[in-house]
């Protein structure tokens, strides 16, 4: 079955005849009229109660009148052959959406694994630079070590280029570091 129908709001089979949904509709109304309620009843639920004699109404004019009862009698019954093919298509939705959610999961571990690689990379290059500086350093103290008079000879060509860049004296004359 499809749900709720009107035939199960009026508490009928749907082989009722007319008499039988007007005396359904009688009894469901003196049960679930607002007017029947407790004063002291929330204002949420007196617009429940109203919703279940809403149901009521609709079930009984629609079963009532054989035009309308004819007409709802035949969708029933096409959603009743359609429920198969219904179910088909939602649960090839819900395998789609299933397949797209773990594509989406796959991609965005994938950007996430390259974005750590990314970073590990950088550091690995950090990690390099700093040995690199490091072994230069090492290189210079060897140097200034072996021959003294190379840190004064250095530091004398700083000093001109420096000079230079302020202007104090002509670049040609200046030597490239």
Known sequence: MIGLTLYDVLAIPTTASTDDVRKAYKQKALETHPDKLEPTVTEQERRAAE???????????VLSDPVKRRAYDDRIQLAQKNKKVWDEQHDRRVTERDQWARQAKERSEARMKERADFYESLKRIKEEKQRYIEMVERFYDELRECHPEWESRRQAVLQRKEMADKGQIPRRHTTRI
């Open 51 to 61: 919703g279940r004699f809403r149901n009521v109404c609709d079930a009984f004019e």
